[in-house]
């Protein structure tokens, strides 16, 4: 079965600062991948960044790169430069191959409030 | 391009009753997935549609449905409501093979049961 954990249930972060959001994911499929959203309170997830069990380096956008150790099974979610507007609900979540590929598996997520 | 459109936007409906979302994919994705998320729960997977066809059904019951037109829009029924199917429910949009790297999500149908 495949498990996506996230230990940090909330967490305070100051304007201008980076922040690291870990995941933790439990998978026997060697071939799967894994997403980061973002969910403001009006609801909407938005997506920040995604990376594929055989890419070979971390993927980036922007302000937001994602830290893949796979054989510690991470895929932490490193945002540079907080802004205010980065304040949300951030989920980690997975999909395997041996799923039908439509199929995501989510984290219970991380509330991240950027303060001034 | 135009993003995933879910609606309605707002629901409130009575127990007993029954309720159809709709949801609007991204042009050329040709699969869509419903989520619920609630408090308690958090996100949890409904159903997969592609090409029309169901392919994959998450552990809710037979009161939640879904389909699927050829122009890949996708529906979601709940019938026979109760208190405990409010949520929000999320639908997203992907390509749906293999080698996609998207999948984009709508804004959301906020149910409220009375």
């Known amino acids: 079965a495949q498990k996506i954990t996230q230990t940090q249930p909330g967490m305070f972060v100051q304007e201008k600062e980076a922040v690291t959001l870990d995941c933790t994911y439990d998978?026997?499929?060697?071939?799967?991948?894994l997403f980061w959203y973002k969910q403001p309170s009006s609801g909407e997830m938005i997506f920040l960044i995604y990376?594929?069990?055989?890419?070979?380096q971390n993927a980036t956008e922007g302000r937001y790169s994602l830290n893949f150790q796979k054989a510690r099974k991470s895929a932490n979610l490193v945002i540079s430069a907080s802004q205010l507007g980065d304040s949300a609900m951030y989920f980690c979540?997975?999909?395997?191959?041996?799923?039908?590929?439509?199929?995501?598996?989510f984290g219970a997520g991380t509330q991240v409030v950027v303060t001034p | 391009k135009a993003g995933v459109t879910q609606t309605p936007r707002y629901l409130i409906k009575t127990r007993g009753q029954q309720v159809t979302l709709s949801c609007s994919p991204i042009?050329?994705?040709?699969?869509v997935s419903w989520y619920q998320q609630t408090p308690g729960q958090g996100l949890q997977f409904l159903f997969e549609?592609?090409?029309?066809?169901?392919?994959n059904k998450g552990n809710f019951p037979g009161r939640f449905s879904g389909r699927q037109f050829s122009n890949s829009r996708s529906e979601m029924n709940v019938s026979t409501l109760e208190l405990g199917d409010s949520a929000l429910y999320l639908c997203?949009?992907?390509?749906?093979?293999?080698?996609?790297?998207?999948?984009?999500f709508g804004q959301g149908t906020r149910l409220t049961v009375v």
């Open positions: 997203a949009s992907s390509l749906g093979a293999r080698q996609s790297t998207e999948a984009f």
């Open positions: 998978t026997s499929d060697p071939s799967y991948g």
């Open positions: 990376q594929g069990s055989y890419d070979q």
């Open positions: 979540a997975m999909r395997v191959s041996t799923d039908s590929w439509g199929k995501l598996q």
């Open positions: 042009s050329g994705h040709r699969s």
């Open positions: 549609y592609f090409s029309e066809t169901q392919r």
